[in-house]
T-cell receptor, first 113, second 118 residues
């Protein structure tokens, strides 16, 4: 089955700096890669996703890149703000195998004002 | 849209008691998932349903765990008997399963049920 590794497990950045989180996956059949943000006491919320036919996608201060050959994808947050502090999860899915998402271990991001 | 609704939000129970967690998926969604989140193991998929039918229950840890989806708008996850190691946050999530490759649809999570077994 799919295995998703996520690094780092914790990340502390100064407000205004960039944050980068990296994930690798094992199943070359995976073709959909969402990123979720989880705030304290809440469920994970989708913030951005990318499909295997795209190499990069941006949404305001958030961008995701995908390298299918190397089987890794990354989340980039620019101009970080205190409200970006949360736990971020990457995930991978082989749509042909159903809707099952496999999650990475999570990255706790702290943005210091 | 009300989102995925879970109940109870918090439950504290004694070891050996039966626990039932409930979920109402987003109206119109036809796939439902139960995840468990712990510090040690992160987010683990326990079971998921398509059109009310269980598709993959390989993540269900033991026979003490069971899940049902009697109709498109309701699902339960039951633990009987409960044990302290079952303490975790249990999330229900749903999506509209797409047709064909490239139709990956957003999976929406509920706010979770925080279970403590003492």
């Amino acid at each position: 089955g799919e295995n998703v590794e996520q690094h780092p497990s914790t990340l502390s950045v100064q407000e205004g700096d960039s944050a980068v989180i990296k994930c690798t996956y094992s199943d070359s059949a995976s073709n959909y890669f969402p990123w979720y943000k989880q705030e304290l006491g809440k469920g994970p919320q989708l913030i951005i996703d990318i499909r295997s036919n795209v190499g990069e996608k941006k949404d305001q201060r958030i961008a995701v890149t995908l390298n299918k050959t190397a089987k890794h994808f990354s989340l980039h947050i620019t101009e970080t703000q205190p409200e970006d502090s949360a736990v971020y999860f990457c995930a991978a899915r082989d749509q042909a195998a159903g809707n099952k998402l496999t999650f990475g271990g999570g990255t706790r991001v702290l943005v210091k004002p | 849209d009300a989102g995925v609704i879970q109940s109870p939000r918090h439950e504290v129970t004694e070891m050996g008691q039966e626990v039932t967690l409930r979920c109402k998926p987003i109206s119109g969604h036809n796939s439902l998932f139960w995840y468990r989140q712990t510090m040690m193991r992160g987010l683990e998929l326990l079971i998921y349903f398509n059109n009310n039918v269980p598709i993959d229950d390989s993540g269900m840890p033991e026979d003490r765990f069971s899940a049902k989806m009697p109709n498109a708008s309701f699902s339960t996850l039951k633990i009987q008997p409960s044990e302290p190691r079952d303490s975790a946050v249990y999330f229900c999530a749903s999506t509209q399963r797409g047709q064909g490759v490239g139709s990956g649809n957003t999976i929406y999570f509920g706010e979770g049920s925080w279970l403590t077994v003492v």
